[in-house]
Structure formats: C-alpha cells, structure tokens
C-alpha cells in the first residue's frame, strides 16, 4: 500500500511569491521523496491563489549523479529563480528576511549572503511569523507575499546546506491578516558590537545604493526609483541595526515597524532622459536614465541607469 501510494504521489503543489510550481519527485527513493515534502511543507499548499497552471519543475534530472545533499541545495536556488523571475515586472523584490507580526505587519532584513539574515529569522521567528529567509516581494500597494521556503543551514563545514522546514526549527506561521509592509532594516552583524542592538535612521540617499543592489530585477519595474522612495516613505524610513547576536534584535522589533501609510509615487511615467551621447575627449556623457528621485537633506537627485547587460 505504501508503495502504491508513492507512486501516485509523486509531486508536491508549491507556492513562492505567488508562483505556483509542482515539484515533480519522479526518479527519487521513498526516502527522497519524503525529504523532498518534508523540508518543503510549509511552502506546500492544497489548492492555487494563483490562476497561473504551476510550472513543473523536477527534482533530479535522470541524467544527475550528484549526491542528494547537493540536489536539494539546488532546489531551492532553482524554485528561488524561478519565482523571481516570473514576478520580475510587478513586484520589488529584496533579498532579505521576512517576519511578520501578529496583526500582519512585515519586518524586512535586507542584507547580502553572510550577513545573518537566516539566523536573525530562526532568533526572530520563534515568536513572530517567518514569511521568508531569501526573498521579500512588495507589489506597489505594500502587499507581501510570501515565500516560505526551507531554511539552507550549515550543519557541517565543507557539506551542502541542509534543508530544513521553518516549522522543523520551531518557527512560528503566518498570522491571517493580510501581509503588509511595515519596516525596512539594513543588517550590520559585527563581532565587535556592543551587548545591545544599535538603531540608526538612515537617510534614503545613503540606503540607496545598498537596497538597489539588493533588489532583483529592478530595471523591470515601472518607476523602479520612486516606487523604492514610496515605499520606504510610507513605512517613516530606513533603519541600520548594528549588533552581535541575534537573540538581542527580539526586543527592538518595535522600535523598527509602525503602521504603514499609503504607498503614493511621485513623478510622471517614463524615462527622465531620453537618447545617449558619449564624448571620449571629455570627462562626461549624456545616458539614458530609467527613473530619478529627488532627495531631501541634503538636497540631491538618484538617477537609475542600465547596463547594456541590463543591470541597473
């Protein structure tokens, strides 16, 4: 009977950012394929909010002799670029921890790779509910979505990550309220930090460069710029949390969120320069500028150019 049922079950529905996907289990043990369920279950849903058929994405490839381990380290990259990827027109993306209040109010952790988000989650997320250790989407009304993906953990040196369900550490479920931005932080982990957290407000000029480069494919936005300086107006600004250890950001969640406000863009559709010139004797050139935002204090302009690789 158990084999039987195997069988029949050989997919599992997932949803990330909104994105329904089938993980297709075909080719793997019993074993694997529990594995497979396990660390994705609280990503697993029973029925699509999307009307999008799910992409099937499987596991293992036939032709794939690497060991488990890494197949499932894989996963998660793959489901992670898959998701953004097809959200890439309609939502900021941030590469940053979520965690979210009970009323529904989201703590964004923005920071590059090492810098603790996954820990500052597992510290956070035993009281507050983990909307994602990777990836925070924000559509232009300050909607989140979730993607609950496994935690990646070293439990070895030298070894993949190993995959494990939000749930599996102890880690708490999303509330029913509606998900809502509320807080945008800039980790600053330091092993030479004081006992207590340090907050600082940042001015959105000198948060700019670190959020943009932490945001995926934000030449495809509409107004990429002032819908960033939106957002973050409507959340009373950006925060750098300068700190040691993760347990010690429990009792400042809120001095970093309030209630949101409504999310208003500034400025006119389209590019704010149009056409491109370059002069090699001279120390300057006219480019094409996607989007630009004003600045207060001190007065100044961002411009948002892109790459001919099409990076911004």
Do not use: N
Request: net charge negative; glycine share 8%.
């Amino acid at each position: 009977v158990l084999r039987t049922l195997s069988r029949v079950t050989r997919s599992i529905l997932i949803e990330a950012l909104g994105v329904p996907m089938a993980l297709d289990l075909k080719g793997l043990t019993d074993a694997e394929a529990t594995a497979v369920r396990d660390a994705w279950r609280d990503a697993a849903v029973t029925s699509r909010a999307s009307a999008a058929e799910p992409a099937t994405m499987r596991v293992r490839e036939p032709e794939d002799a690497a060991e488990f381990a890494e197949v499932m380290e894989r996963l998660s990259q793959r489901v992670t670029v898959e998701a953004i990827t097809a959200r890439r027109a309609d939502l900021w993306m941030l590469h940053a921890a979520g965690l979210a209040l009970p009323d529904g109010r989201v703590l964004v952790l923005v920071g590059p790779s090492g810098r603790g988000k996954t820990t500052a989650s597992r510290a956070l997320g035993a009281t507050l509910g983990y909307v994602s250790d990777e990836t925070v989407a924000i559509d232009r009304d300050g909607r989140v979505w979730p993607y609950r993906k496994p935690l990646s953990i070293i439990e070895t040196p030298g070894r993949p990550k190993a995959q494990r369900a939000p749930s599996s550490l102890g880690m708490a479920p999303l509330p029913r309220a509606p998900l809502r931005l509320a807080g945008i932080v800039l980790l600053d982990r330091r092993a030479d930090a004081g006992d207590s957290p340090v907050v600082e407000a940042i001015d959105l000029g000198d948060a700019l460069e670190e959020l943009v480069a932490q945001s995926s494919f934000l030449p495809t936005l509409d107004r990429p710029l002032r819908t960033m300086a939106a957002h973050v107006t409507a959340v009373g600004g950006v925060h750098r949390v300068r700190y040691r250890e993760a347990a010690t950001l429990v009792a400042i969640v809120d001095r970093l969120v309030r209630e949101p406000g409504a999310v208003v863009r500034g400025g006119t559709e389209g590019s704010g320069v149009a056409g491109s010139s370059r002069s090699d004797e001279v120390a300057w050139y006219r480019g094409e500028v996607l989007d630009e935002v004003a600045l207060d204090d001190p007065d100044r302009i961002a411009l948002l150019q892109v790459d001919e690789a099409g990076e911004g």
